[in-house]
């Protein structure tokens, strides 16, 4: 009889999409909730791809950079 019954919720647990999405969040879905918010915490609120550059030049005028290094490149068509 026990049988019976674990078998049909497994059944509907499998086979029903709307079912089983609500199943998962129940196991996962706060998890995942939880980690995403402390991920955006802990990167101080920015938005992914945005890009912060500080720039901190010299009063004399003298800048230590001097130069780059060649960077190679594939051309798309």
Known sequence: MLFKYLFIITMVILFVPPVRRFVFYLLVGRQL????KRQGDV???????????????KKDGSYPFKGGEYVDYEEVK
């Open 33 to 36: 909730v939880k980690e995403q």
């Open 43 to 57: 990167r101080g609120g920015r938005r992914e791809g945005e890009v912060r550059v500080d720039n901190v030049q």
